[in-house]
Each structure stands twice: as C-alpha cells, then as structure tokens.
C-alpha cells in the first residue's frame, strides 16, 4: 500500500477545505492531487512537484488550529526540526509556505510501504533479527536527533544548538520503506518534540501531557520538565517488547480491548514488566535480548541505557551472535535468500547494511582509476584510441588470475594509468597495494576505521583518495604509502572522484551532501544538498569541465553544474536505489541501479538513449571501456556481464565469483578488466 507519513490516523477531513487539485508554493511548483488523510494537527495530500516532476507529500495545517497560535508555532516547529535533521531514519523536509489564504504548509518526502504498527497487526510477534534491525535504524535516527541541530531563536536572534527528544514514538510513527534488502525505517511526527536548550526550553514545555501514554516513559507521564535522550530509549524499549513478544509489557491485551489511561500510568510508573516466557514463545527469544530490553524499561533514567548508541551496539551485539540462515555462504547475506518483491526478507545480519544506510557503496564515479569506471585520465589519445567496434580483447573475457589477502569484502578498486598498480579497499578496513603484472601486494595502508568505500587515484598514481563508512575521506601519497591527510565528513562516505584537471574533488556521503573539495589545497569549495538521503555515486562529465552527476537512495540522477552549483536536470526513470554512475569518453552517463537495470543517458538533453536488463539481482557497479563502445556490469546475481554500448547488445556473461560482485575497474593497458566480492577475492579478466 502507499501511505504518506506525517499523521496516520487517517480520518475524513470533515469541514476542512479540500486543497485538491490546487496549486501551492512560489511559482505553483505544487499540485496536489489527492487527499491522504489527516491527523490532529494537519491534512496530508500527494502532490506533484511540477519543477523536478516528482511525488512529493503536502501537509497543510487544519483550518480549525490556525487560531491557535501554541498549535501553529508547533506545526512551524516540527517542519523546522525533520528540515534540519539529516538522516536516513528521518522523514525529509523540502519545503515550506503558507497558501494565499493563509494556510501553512511543508512539502515532505513521498513515502511508499506502511507503518510498523500495520505490520504488527498482521503479524504479531516479529522474528528476533528483523526486530533487532527495525530497532537499530531507530536508534540510528535518533541518534542525529539527540545529537542536536542548529535552529533559529527569535528571542536570542541568532541560531541556537538545540537536542531534540522525540517524545512520541510508538509504531504508527515508525515508517517502513521496503527496498530490496528490507525495510527501510524512517521515523516520523517530530509535533511534540522536546528541544533542549536554555532559551527554547519555555517554547516546548507544557503543563498538559503530549505524548501517548501507551509508549511514555515514567518521567514523562509525571510531566517533568527535563526529559532527555533516556525517554526515547525508554518508549523504544516498548516498541521492542511489542515486537518480540506480541503483546505490551503489562499484559494488557491492548490490541483486543481499550485500556484505560489511568492503567497505563500506574503499569509505567510502579508495575514491572511481564517476564518474556509469560507471552506465547517467549522462551525462545534469547535471554540477553530479553535484558537489553528489561533495561530500557527501566523506571529510573539512569539506569537505562546512556545513550541510543550503547543500546544500538548491544542490539548489533545479538544479531551477530543468531545462527546464520545459510552458514555454508560466505559472510553477511545469501543472496538467493534474498527477497525481490517480497517484503520479509532474511535479517541475519542484514542490520549491517541498514544501519549503514543500506549498504553496497556507491562504487560508482568516473574519475581518475575510479572504482566503477575507467579513469579520465586513461582514455588513449585520439591516435590511440580503439576502433568503434568493440575490442575482440575484452568482448570475450576468460579468467587471468584470482587475488586473495583481504579478510572481507572488496567494495572499491582503483588502477594506475600505466597499469603496473592496482588498489583495492575492503571491508576489513585496509587499502592493499598491489603489482598488477605480477599480482603481489606492495603495500598495506591502514587509517580508515571502518570500510573503505571508494576509491580514486591521480593520472600519475601518486595520490590516492578514499572514502570510508568512518565519515572520511583520506588522501594518500601513494609513493611513500603515507597518509596525507583526512576530510571530514559528518555521514558515512559512498564516493569519491576526482575530475580530469585534478583541481576538483567531489566526495558523497549519508547525509543526502555532495561535498566539492580543492585535493591540492584540501580546503572546502561548497557542499551542495544533493539527494533525499544517501549519494550513492559521483562522477565528473570528462567533456564538460562544470558537469558533474550525482545518484542516490532517492531513485534520482541529478546533473549539476559544479562551477555556480545550479542542478541542471533530474533523471528520474529508475524504479530503486541508483548506486552507481560512469561517464563514457564521448560523454554518455551510465546509471545502475538496485532496479536490476543499468540506463544509458545523453546529458545534454537528459534523453533516455536506452536501457540494459539481463542481471538477475541489484547492479552495483559499471565502467566504459576506453572509446565507449563496451559497458561492463557487475551485480549481487554473482555476474560480470559485458554489453556493446551502441546496440544495448549483450556480449558475455561471466561466472566465477562465489557471492556478490560489487567493484570493477579496466585496466586499459592490458586491456583487462578487474572485479571485486564480497568472497574477498579480486579477478584479472582478460
């Protein structure tokens, strides 16, 4: 079903106006199509954004509050907080206005899926990892929240850092979004959030309750007037034991019978909470599960969990520790096991992907050796370059060596432009240096705490830039293997590129930020907000020295121009997450994405020249061949799949990787192409 957030309690908008098939916002950018629903504070309606002609959701306040000022400050104030809180878990906020007769309103991020108390009507109880999952991406939300924003104060007259508290959450505000490696959780309805700080704590306290008394937590329901991040745990605690055993911590039976509030307040003031083998299979969720949340539900703050993180790792903790689903497959995931349209996938281990964002990186930028094109900098000269047939060299590929020595995945390769290095990041965290003509390691470069994501090398093989799920990006002196120095990031990073002049280096991470850097200066040049939620890939156009392409979470391959920072056009044809870009020579955009599908672009136009289908599974990465006139393709099917650009004509499919292929680079010298797995292992091709 598709539903929007904001409100779910869907009612009728009884004598509210109804704001279908009006046009909203500077320039009638909005057109409201249809009408969702409503809630207490607003009417939620779909819309259309008629300047990037995408789906979008309009909440307007009710006509019956705009009389209230406390309910308009705080509809005012919750599209303020979701606008600055940059997470995945977080719905987005794009816009805000008010009607020309009067009537707020923001414009949010079209959601499609269903909130998780729908899912618990249908299924009860939830297995314990898709459980443990859906509550770690909570807790990743909430971290950014209780972490802290900058919002403006009116009576100070300048912005203030302000932690938020949630303060309401419970199922009908925890969103799930199924994408193909699972639900995706976003949480909703910041309306009666707390902000804490000094000046603004008059503007969110109240002598009335707001909350549900259901998910409160006891020092919330006793009205105090200095609730932290320990309430939030305290309600998540609740949403856990629901999910895990069915029924409410009390034994209520609150799914079949009202309960009255006052039973709720004294149950979370002074009731302790039902053991887990007083519900139906409860002996079967592991003990140290059960403490975790026995320890959220904890009367006294302080003896909750300190922070979101600390119950984030304890819940990691047990995940790792449940059986594997298929242990005769490498690690994390079986791909068969996989779900495509469903929407109850396996969840071992699948937190790791989720709480990174949804992992698999953006392998995808074009720029010198980048991890999932050729470089600029390789293309041959006009002299040199192939004829426009394809190369018999690498239209019938054969195995040339196996590479071993990372102790886990291979997300990003990167080749020198004399073909004598190869790089490779993994999943262990260390860059490996390599001798391509001899297959022997040079060099092991550590610094990165957490996987490398991406890769990308200068034209002489000297520099090496890398991105990491650490929020860095890296710059190394490949000569002397030292680390040079490091860019922050405040998400993890999916992709680093560097342009054909090398005076440009773009980097995008978790935060839905495209970041310009200057590699020789290493100083900032601007930070764009590219996508709703993760950029998933970069690349830089190697005709065009102002062009750059973006891709993320989103669906979307956005077009920028890098000189004034202007979005030029939206490509918005792909059905799922884009994860990786590359750029031919003659400056055609490849996109791949988690739709199984790879889409060929003309930039100038933003024409749709045709569209590549045969894998089986997600793409994850793409690169042109030096003249462009072969694309290579590798996805979680385990396929390496090689295409003849002009017809769209598949060429060879290649098998040899034990589980999924996520990066590949050409090597133009050899020629010979070069992939990466999740069975830790790379592949010379030739």
């Known amino acids: 079903m598709d539903i929007q957030t904001g409100d779910q309690e869907l009612t009728g908008a009884l004598d509210e106006p109804n704001f279908t098939g009006r046009l909203l916002g500077e320039n009638h950018r909005y057109r409201l199509q249809q009408y969702l629903g409503g809630g207490g504070m607003g009417d939620v309606y779909v819309a259309i954004d008629t300047s990037l002609n995408q789906t979008v959701a309009v909440k307007l306040l009710k006509a019956s509050l705009l009389a209230e000022p406390e309910l308009l400050q705080r509809f005012e104030r919750e599209c303020a907080i979701c606008a600055a809180l940059k997470s995945p878990h977080i719905v987005q906020i ?21 909130p998780l108390s729908q899912l618990l009507e249908s299924q009860i109880r939830l297995p314990v990892e898709q459980a443990c999952t859906i509550a770690i991406q909570i807790c990743a939300g909430l971290q950014v929240a209780h ?9 100070a ?4 850092w302000t932690n938020v508290i949630h303060r309401d959450l419970k199922p009908d505000n925890i969103f799930l979004v199924p994408t193909a490696l699972g639900d ?17 704590m008059a503007a969110s306290t109240t002598d009335m309750f707001l909350g549900t008394r259901h998910y409160a937590a006891p020092e919330q329901l006793e009205l105090s007037q200095d609730l932290d991040a320990q309430a939030d745990i305290y309600s998540l605690g609740v949403i856990l034991y629901e999910m895990l055993t069915g029924s409410d911590p009390f034994g209520f039976d609150f799914r079949h019978r009202e309960v009255p509030e006052r039973l709720w307040l004294t149950a979370h003031l002074s009731q302790t909470p039902l053991p887990f083998c007083a519900h139906p299979s409860g002996e079967q969720i592991p003990p140290d599960l059960e403490a975790i949340v026995m320890r ?25 520790a449940a059986p594997q689903v298929a242990p005769q497959v490498a690690p994390v995931l079986n791909p068969a096991s996989l779900p495509h349209s469903e929407h109850t996938p396996t ?5 790791t992907l989720l709480t990174a964002a949804m992992l698999l990186t953006c392998l995808g930028a074009i720029g010198a050796a980048i991890v999932t094109g050729i470089s600029v900098s390789e293309f041959p000269s006009q002299s040199e370059q192939l004829s426009p047939a394809p190369s018999p060299s690498l239209s019938q590929l054969s195995l040339a060596r196996t590479l071993a020595g990372h102790a886990d995945s291979v997300w990003a390769l990167a080749v020198s432009q004399d073909g004598q290095t190869l790089v490779s990041g993994s999943q262990d965290q260390t860059i490996k240096v390599w001798n391509l003509p001899t297959g022997r390691p040079t060099q092991i470069l550590t610094g990165h705490q957490d996987a490398v994501r991406a890769l990308s090398l200068s034209a002489d093989g000297q520099m090496l830039f890398s991105g990491g799920a650490d929020q860095t990006v890296k710059l190394w002196n490949i000569s002397t293997g030292t680390l040079q120095s490091t860019l922050s990031h405040t998400a993890p990073v999916w992709s680093v590129a560097l342009n054909r002049s090398e005076d440009k280096l773009v980097s995008g991470s978790g935060d839905g930020k495209i970041n310009l850097w200057n590699p020789k200066t290493e100083d900032s040049i601007q930070t764009i907000e590219g996508h709703d939620g993760i950029v998933y890939a970069t690349a830089f156009n190697p005709l065009d020295e102002t062009g750059l392409a973006s891709s993320g979470a989103d669906r979307t391959v956005k077009l920028w121009n890098v000189k004034t920072g202007n979005l030029i056009r939206v490509l918005s044809d792909h059905t799922d997450a884009v994860r990786c870009l590359a750029f031919s020579s003659q400056g055609m955009l490849a996109s791949g994405s988690w739709d199984k599908t790879i889409k060929l672009w003309d930039t100038q136009t933003g024409q749709l020249i045709r569209t590549l289908t045969g894998h089986d599974d997600r793409v994850t990465a793409i690169a042109f061949n030096a003249d462009g006139t072969l694309l290579v393709s590798t996805s979680v099917d385990q396929t390496i799949k090689l295409w003849h650009v002009q017809t769209g004509k598949l060429l060879q499919s290649v098998s040899g990787h034990s589980d999924w292929v996520l990066s590949v680079a050409i090597d133009a010298q050899a020629p010979a192409l070069i992939s990466g797995s999740k069975d830790k292992t790379i592949k010379i091709w030739q």
């Open 94 to 114: 794009r816009d805000y206005g008010v009607t020309a007769d009067g009537y707020p309103f923001y414009v949010m991020e079209y959601l499609q899926g269903q």
């Open 147 to 155: 972490a802290g924003i900058m919002l403006w104060n009116p009576e």
């Open 157 to 160: 007259g300048s912005d203030l």
């Open 184 to 200: 995706l959780v976003k949480i909703i309805d910041f309306g009666v959030a707390k902000l804490r700080s000094i000046q603004q």
């Open 296 to 320: 959220c539900l904890a009367k006294a703050p302080q003896d909750r969990y300190a922070s979101v993180s600390q119950l984030s790792q304890a819940l990691r903790e047990i995940v790792e």
């Open 347 to 351: 969840y071992s281990r699948l937190y």
